[in-house]
């Protein structure tokens, strides 16, 4: 299923525009109803709700048609969801401040867990330098003793198509 690109933003905005029920809204966002539910009952919002019309999520007459009808679901455009997947496919381009620290848990993880695939491998889906991956494998970074292991991809450092389709050029190649 594919979703908005900004689900709490979206929802808001059509909590507040339109006569959508928050099933509706729930499953078009990829949130639960009691989420929708509460954005509705809070008074004051600590984000802004953002027009899918103005974005080119939905149109106009997806919303009338799901008004009208309670039973109906909208669906993101073709357009939208076309770019997502071209999106997933190069994996995950920018690192939010607060991931960045969990960049080195990262890398650990993936050494642990897929051994086979090389520091350059491992560097170019973490957006890290070959030393760095080499040093946290061979336990030599200044920081290994406070390195946490995460998920990359829980924590949105990589996608996991990305991570899946290195996988299987270190195992073909090997």
């Not at 799901?66 to 669906?75: G, N, W």
């Not at 997933?88 to 607060?98: A, D, H, I, R």
Request: glycine share 6%; aromatic share 6%; hydrophobic share 35%.
């Amino acid at each position: 299923m594919n979703y908005p690109y900004m689900p709490k933003s979206t929802a808001l905005w059509l909590v507040e525009n339109t006569a959508l029920s928050f099933e509706q809204i729930a499953n078009f966002c990829g949130m639960h109803e009691l989420e929708v539910k509460s954005i509705a009952d809070s008074e004051t919002h600590k984000v802004q709700g953002l027009d899918p019309v103005l974005n080119g999520q939905l149109t106009r007459e997806d919303i009338a048609r799901c008004e009208a009808d309670i039973a109906a679901r909208l669906v993101l455009r073709t357009e939208i969801v076309e770019a997502q997947k071209k999106q997933n496919k190069k994996g995950v381009g920018y690192t939010p401040k607060l991931h960045r620290q969990n960049r080195l848990g990262g890398i650990l993880w993936i050494v642990k867990n897929y051994a086979e695939l090389t520091d350059g491998q491992i560097a170019r889906l973490m957006r890290s330098t070959n030393p760095t991956v080499a040093s946290i494998r061979n336990k030599t970074h200044k920081s290994y003793s406070n390195i946490q292991i995460q998920s990359p991809i829980v924590l949105g450092l990589v996608s996991e198509s990305a991570l899946h389709e290195s996988v299987a050029k270190a195992r073909k190649s090997k």
